[in-house]
């Protein structure tokens, strides 16, 4: 499946904080929103009345097939924890284990026989010279399929000489961007 950020890498395959839901017309997703959705195939004609509903019931048009690869709170970490002044921060998204009714399934972990859960990092790599952040790339992973990452480059993931620890500043100021 290809991968790559809604408005700012030029096509609209990985919606980030998106207001649009995942409602598809043959399978139930366990959840409609998320930090973000990865869609994929044509958007089916809404019917009138609406042929989908919505996690609370109501009628709603039927997305594209689609995915919620995070939701929820991030687990932040540092990118690389031998440089925390350049190396970065990690904001991880969990997503959930596919749902019986689901055909897109995730790949299964050979230690424990069960599925891996899809997820969703985004790396905010130190760049003292970009001021905002800066596109730098999606990708999905090349061995379990339902792990993502998605990459800026920006200042504000670089140590200053100022209070707080560089993740308690990027959690900050990444919160600010999905507001």
Known sequence: MHVCVLHLLGCRRLALGSPVGCVTATWENTYEYGVTIQTWGATPPCKSPPSCENKDGSAACCT??????????????????????????????????????????????????????????FLFMCDPAVDGAVPFYAKQNASIGCHYEVAFKTSQACARDERGSLVARARAWVAGLFA
């Open 64 to 121: 594209a097939d689609c995915q919620v690869l995070g939701a929820g709170s991030p687990i932040w970490s540092l990118i690389d924890p031998a440089n925390p002044s350049t190396g970065g921060v990690r904001a991880r998204y969990l997503g959930v284990i596919a749902s019986d009714s689901n055909p897109f399934w995730c790949t299964f972990n050979p230690a424990t026989g069960a599925q891996y859960r899809r997820l969703v990092d």
